[in-house]
């Protein structure tokens, strides 16, 4: 795994999570 703060980690998720919540709506 990478070494990666956890606020950057939370940061990380929290985009993916609205990439992928956002994404479908084409």
Do not use: Q, Y
């Not at 606020?7 to 998720?13: A, G, H, Q, T």
């Amino acid at each position: 795994m990478i070494d990666v703060p956890d606020d950057e980690v939370e940061k990380m998720v929290e985009t993916n999570a609205r990439a992928l919540l956002h994404f479908p709506r084409t």
